[in-house]
């Protein structure tokens, strides 16, 4: 629990300092910490920064990562448009440090907008970004991280990486080592 709260404190001083929104999310616990125990023993909140589509953008650009859209847009509420909106920082962070470690180049091909499945670690909620292929990136991820069945991956942070046939769908628990 204590990594919770710490992990809140520094993901609302990361919002302040890039300005970034909050959304929060509730997470279910049922464990009891002696040290740390929150009025209601049953949930804690938690906080992630989300970025603008223009936040997430500009880092991207500034990492040497590309983005498109089938249908050159970036409206959330379209699918055939890649938007960034409501993204988590996290998540491009992770971004930022798979193209850092990697070496290779990067294309985003789907982010936040609709069209996607759903679920708490979703597209939508800002956790999961999708790559174009490249021979490079295919054999860095199947390399350099863990099997783990059905043309997944993990990686030593324990994000995932599905290979999808045309893209790869990955989903940031967190930022890879950021």
Same mark, same amino acid.
């Given at each position: 629990?204590?990594?919770?709260?710490? %992990?809140?404190?520094?993901?609302?001083?990361?919002?302040?300092?890039? +300005?970034?929104?909050?959304?929060?999310?509730?997470?279910?616990?049922?464990?009891?910490?002696? !040290?740390?125990?929150?009025?209601?023993?049953?949930?804690?909140?938690?906080?992630? =920064?989300?970025?603008?589509?223009?936040?997430?953008?500009?880092?991207?650009?500034?990492?040497?990562?590309?983005?498109?859209?089938?249908?050159?847009?970036?409206? %959330?509420?379209?699918?055939?448009? =890649?938007?960034? @909106?409501? !993204?988590?920082?996290?998540?491009?962070?992770?971004? @930022?440090?798979?193209?850092?470690?990697?070496?290779?180049?990067?294309? !985003?091909? +789907? +982010? =936040? @907008?609709?069209?996607?499945?759903?679920?708490?670690?979703?597209?939508?909620?800002?956790?999961?970004?999708?790559?174009?292929?490249?021979?490079?990136?295919?054999?860095?991820? %199947?390399?350099?991280?863990?099997?783990?069945?059905?043309?997944?991956?993990?990686?030593?942070? +324990?994000?995932?990486?599905?290979?999808?046939?045309?893209?790869?769908?990955?989903?940031?628990?967190?930022?890879?080592?950021?």
């Amino acid at each position: 629990m204590r990594h919770i709260l710490g %992990r809140s404190l520094i993901i609302s001083a990361a919002a302040l300092i890039f +300005g970034a929104g909050i959304a929060q999310a509730s997470v279910q616990t049922k464990e009891s910490d002696p !040290v740390f125990s929150p009025a209601n023993a049953e949930s804690v909140t938690i906080q992630v =920064t989300k970025l603008t589509h223009a936040q997430a953008t500009t880092r991207l650009r500034n990492a040497g990562i590309t983005w498109s859209s089938s249908g050159n847009c970036s409206d %959330r509420d379209n699918p055939s448009c =890649t938007s960034l @909106e409501q !993204v988590n920082l996290a998540t491009i962070q992770g971004a @930022e440090t798979l193209k850092s470690a990697s070496g290779c180049s990067l294309n !985003v091909t +789907g +982010g =936040t @907008e609709v069209g996607h499945a759903s679920g708490e670690f979703s597209h939508w909620n800002g956790y999961k970004l999708d790559y174009g292929l490249n021979t490079c990136i295919n054999n860095y991820v %199947r390399n350099t991280f863990t099997p783990i069945g059905g043309d997944k991956w993990q990686s030593g942070s +324990g994000n995932i990486y599905y290979y999808e046939q045309n893209h790869w769908d990955v989903t940031y628990y967190n930022c890879g080592g950021c």
